[in-house]
């Protein structure tokens, strides 16, 4: 009996000898993701992500990656980009992904279609200064997932587990993370 090939195109090799490796040299596991923002008008803002450091080294990607950030008319600003809560939500529904392709491919797992659709419930009171009770972030976040895969629900629902398991954007949105900030 030979068992069939799976190609969800994710390395799970690549990515297992990268982890047994820096399990060896751990000080190599230590990233640091960088981004830059610059104000252009209003509340409208270019985020550029270019360089980041791991390995030991500083690293660089391919290009510079450019991020757009506004609000929309409802807040008079001219919505021309996604509000930063949403350019976390699309951080979420990524990550999470890019997981389960992982783990699927992993897990011997063929994908035909994965499709993520995350929703932030966010009093906005709390931003605008309406109200001192309520908190300026999410409310609570929604995932949903709706994935056609050769496994059963049971396996689809073990690679989602196991993805919310392993993503450091559910990680930093689910536990409180040290946020420091300094001008000058």
Request: net charge negative; with cysteine; proline share 4%.
């Given at each position: 009996m030979t068992t069939p090939t799976v190609n969800n195109n994710v390395n799970s090799d690549a990515l297992l000898?990268?982890?047994d490796a820096l399990k060896e040299a751990p000080q190599a596991a230590e990233f640091v993701w960088k981004v830059s923002s610059e104000w252009k008008d209003g509340t409208y803002s270019q985020q550029t992500i270019e360089h980041f450091s791991g390995?030991?080294?500083?690293?660089?990607h391919k290009q510079a990656f450019v991020l757009?950030?506004?609000?929309?008319?409802?807040?008079a600003s001219?919505?021309?980009?996604?509000?930063?809560?949403?350019?976390?939500?699309?951080?979420?529904?990524?990550?999470?992904?890019?997981?389960?392709a992982a783990v699927a491919q992993n897990r011997g797992i063929q994908l035909h279609s994965v499709k993520a659709?995350?929703?932030?419930?966010?009093?906005?009171?709390?931003?605008?200064?309406g109200d001192p009770e309520?908190?300026?972030?999410?409310?609570?976040?929604n995932v949903h997932f709706d994935i056609d895969a050769d496994a059963s629900p049971e396996d689809?629902?073990?690679?989602?587990?196991?993805?919310?398991k392993r993503s450091a954007v559910f990680d930093a949105l689910a536990n409180p993370t040290n946020v420091n900030v300094s001008v000058g």
């Open positions: 000898q990268a982890r390995l030991g080294a500083d690293q660089q757009e950030g506004d609000h929309p008319e409802v807040f001219e919505d021309r980009g996604p509000t930063p809560v949403e350019t976390v939500l699309a951080g979420l529904a990524g990550c999470l992904t890019a997981g389960v659709t995350v929703e932030g419930n966010h009093n906005v009171l709390g931003i605008l200064g309520v908190r300026n972030g999410f409310n609570d976040v689809i629902a073990a690679l989602v587990a196991q993805s919310q």
